[in-house]
């Protein structure tokens, strides 16, 4: 599946627009545009199961908290979400059941250091064609 996110400069930091058919469509675009801008991520073969569960009744909060989640993962156990079997955004809930990989640091590149994910500009909206989000990332 192609996910549909562009990354774009603001200020000192980086944007991440993403595009999607549904709310839950945004979250494996958002791990795809968060991978992106970090570099070329390569995982590893060996797949663990993963579950995420979070309420927050604003979708905004919910994908960003989901985000920042993935960049803790990938900065403190070297791990990233590499399949998405299930995903609920129906605020006020979040659900992922997914397949994490250890990040293959010989293979992958690094192109920047990610410290946050902000909540300046965050936004989720539904358009005509979708729904669109924005998320800035404090690099």
């Given amino acids: 599946m192609v996910y549909r996110f562009e990354l774009f400069d ?17 979250l ?4 795809a545009g968060l991978y992106a801008a970090l570099g070329d991520m ?3 073969n060996e797949l663990q199961p993963w579950t995420y569960s ?12 989901f985000v920042a989640e993935l960049l ?3 900065e403190r156990q070297q791990l990233m979400l590499v399949q998405i079997e299930q995903a609920k955004l129906i605020p006020p ?4 059941q997914g397949q994490l990989a250890r990040i293959d ?6 192109d920047r250091e990610i410290k946050a994910v902000t909540y300046h ?3 989720v909206r539904q358009t005509p064609t979708g729904w669109t989000a924005t998320l800035i990332i404090d690099i």
Wanted: overall charge negative; some cysteine; proline content about 4%.
């Fill in 72 to 74: 803790a993962l990938s």
């Fill in 54 to 65: 979070l309420q927050d009744a604003d979708a905004a909060y919910l994908l960003h908290d």
């Fill in 105 to 110: 640091e010989l293979r992958s590149s690094f």
């Fill in 93 to 96: 809930d979040l659900e992922i």
């Fill in 121 to 123: 500009r965050l936004e």
């Fill in 28 to 31: 494996p675009a958002a791990a």
């Fill in 42 to 44: 390569q995982p590893m």
């Fill in 10 to 26: 603001h200020t000192a930091d980086l944007g991440i627009c993403l595009q999607a058919d549904s709310l839950a469509e945004l």
